[in-house]
């Protein structure tokens, strides 16, 4: 088997954790980023859920592809699966991408499953920093995760409006922290 690509659009364009050879800016039709599925495991709890990163019907999405050894496609896709289906609230496809030269590519993603429990649709910046702030799961804080994608994605010189706008709402980090201790959370 010859090489293949993952399309990272969250997460994964800063801790890839996998192996590769290669990463590049690239372009995904007909999906954007979205903070559109509400985490139980990596940034909440069924508990007091956090919002995490998925690929959502519309638009479209700059991210990165990793073009990983075919050698080492079962390991890889393996360890894509334990990370991204937990709760199989992603839907694994092979979708088209556009590499930054051009080049269109078939690349490995995972796609928001409109149909699970912890799809959140469309949710307004507020309402999205509201379930953010103070939530935190086996990955650490929720506000870190989407302060860190911000991050990498400006690094790459990708602009997110809508995430960036999401972030301008978080308290300050800790914030969200003391409040709840303050009224007893």
């Not at 690239?26 to 979205?34: C, D, E, F, P, V």
């Not at 519309?58 to 079962?74: E, K, N, Y």
């Amino acid at each position: 088997m010859g090489d293949f690509w993952v399309f990272g659009y969250g997460s994964l364009i800063w801790r890839p954790g996998f192996a590769h050879v290669e990463s590049r800016r690239a372009k995904l039709h007909g999906y954007r980023r979205s903070l559109c599925i509400y985490s139980h495991v990596h940034r909440g709890t069924p508990q007091r859920p956090g919002l995490v990163l998925g690929l959502d019907r519309g638009g479209s999405c700059v991210g990165l592809a990793f073009r990983v050894p075919g050698d080492l496609h079962d390991q890889v896709i393996g360890y894509l699966r334990e990370r991204e289906l937990v709760t199989n609230v992603y839907l694994e496809r092979r979708l088209g991408i556009r590499l930054d030269d051009g080049n269109m590519v078939e690349a490995v993603t995972y796609v928001a499953d409109r149909h699970h429990r912890q799809y959140a649709g469309t949710l307004d910046v507020a309402r999205a920093a509201q379930i953010i702030s103070g939530a935190a799961g086996q990955s650490g804080p929720n506000d870190a995760y989407v302060l860190s994608t911000i991050n990498r994605l400006r690094e790459l010189g990708i602009r997110d409006h809508w995430l960036e706008g999401v972030a301008r709402h978080l308290p300050p980090r800790g914030a969200s922290d003391s409040q709840q201790s303050a009224n007893g959370l």
